[in-house]
């Protein structure tokens, strides 16, 4: 998840879905780019979203139907069983909680990249509990709670930044993983993984997945978006309101309460059904944590840090770019949504799946339809 203050009411944007397809995007050298509302029959609601047309494009959809035909739905890993094997690595004298999974290797998973899972904002490792069992039939798996969030250390007044989780998630694969591997993080996780990938120059990293992507730490990075423009003046006062100790409390324990917890999250997922009572508890849990409300207020007010408009021109890894079209923190129609739809026609490297009704993590929201699009894209990485 993101951090998103665009709505005074709630600080996060409402939004509605009504359909589950996913529209599949093929990079053809000779597409042109425009902007429309449809695909032939199929009607993208609300936004305008960005496709290619050329003789041999194609823009393909498919149902969650075909998606269970063809995808063998595999239980989650319960909660408790997360929490009973996670590890911990200690990395500049702060301990890191992280997962393996599974603990022995299997013949595929010996050959095949290992995976390293990144979350959002407010999230952890047991928000990839629906892709962990799947992902782990044919690689190890790799999840990690980042720095002030899940069971890893919340430093009382720490400044977080980008910088310092890409740099973690870096070390991360030199100490603990020791393998080219490929990374998938959502939202502020996206990003991390960007700059890390942006900065390596050890062959730490096979290849970029990418949820969702965020512009920034926060959103004043997204400064030519002329809703965060209109609304910057509400975030300086509310950033000047977080800095008060008191206020920043007592919101904080706002946010954190069940029911608003709950209804944040159906704000953001387009399934509602994925919105349990594991998912609240997933959030809630961690942020009961000393050290949360810091992180918190540090997180929100903070910088924020490299965009990944200029960060991803670097890479020349392959990238998989999975974006849910209901997203109300990172819209398609927003500036970092609409640079990543123009990537597949101006860099090979880089594939692009728009999932029609999915919100701002599909790989919780719809993991049905991510593993559709990620598990052909994993098995035709190139060979290290």
Not at 81 to 96: A, D, M, Q
Not at 339 to 348: D, E, G, K
Not at 363 to 375: G, M
Request: proline share 8%.
């Amino acid at each position: 998840m993101a951090v998103n203050l665009a709505a005074p009411s709630s600080f996060f944007l409402p939004f509605s879905s009504s359909s589950s397809t996913p529209l599949q995007i093929h990079h053809n050298s000779t597409c042109t780019l425009q902007t429309r509302r449809k695909f032939h029959s199929l009607v993208v609601p609300k936004h305008p979203i960005a496709s290619l047309t050329c003789a041999n494009a194609s823009v393909t959809s498919s149902t969650a139907a075909v998606s269970a035909e063809k995808e063998e739905v595999l239980p989650p890993l319960d909660v408790s069983e997360i929490n009973r094997k996670s590890k911990k690595w200690v990395w500049k004298g702060y301990t890191i909680s992280y997962l393996v999974y599974p603990e022995g290797n299997s013949d595929a998973a010996a050959v095949n990249p290992p995976l390293l899972l990144v979350h959002g904002f407010g999230a952890s490792i047991a928000h990839w509990r629906r892709n962990i069992p799947t992902l782990a039939q044919s690689h190890t798996v790799y999840a990690i709670d980042l720095l002030g969030f899940g069971a890893s250390d919340k430093p009382a007044g720490f400044q977080y930044s980008m910088e310092v989780w890409a740099q973690l998630i870096l070390d991360f694969l030199d100490e603990v993983v020791q393998r080219p591997t490929v990374l998938l993080g959502n939202s502020v996780g996206s990003l991390a993984c960007v700059i890390a990938a942006a900065e390596s120059s050890r062959s730490l990293v096979r290849g970029l997945v990418l949820f969702n992507c965020a512009g920034g730490m926060n959103n004043k990075a997204i400064v030519d978006d002329w809703r965060i423009k209109l609304l910057l003046p509400l975030l300086w006062l509310f950033d000047f309101l977080l800095k008060q100790k008191g206020i920043a409390s007592y919101l904080f324990d706002r946010v954190r309460q069940r029911d608003n917890l709950r209804n944040v999250l159906l704000s953001v997922y387009g399934n509602k059904e994925s919105v349990d009572e594991d998912l609240v508890e997933i959030i809630r849990k961690p942020a009961l944590d000393e050290g949360a409300l810091d992180a918190f207020v540090s997180i929100v007010t903070g910088p924020p840090g490299p965009n990944p408009i200029q960060l991803i021109p670097k890479i020349t890894l392959p990238v998989l770019v999975l974006w849910g079209d209901q997203d109300p923190f990172t819209p398609i129609d927003g500036p970092v949504g609409k640079y990543f739809s123009t990537l597949p026609a101006q860099m090979p490297n880089v594939n692009l799946f728009l999932l029609e009704g999915v919100g701002h993590c599909p790989h919780d929201d719809r993991p049905d339809l991510v593993h559709e699009k990620l598990l052909p894209w994993l098995s035709e990485l190139p060979v290290s």
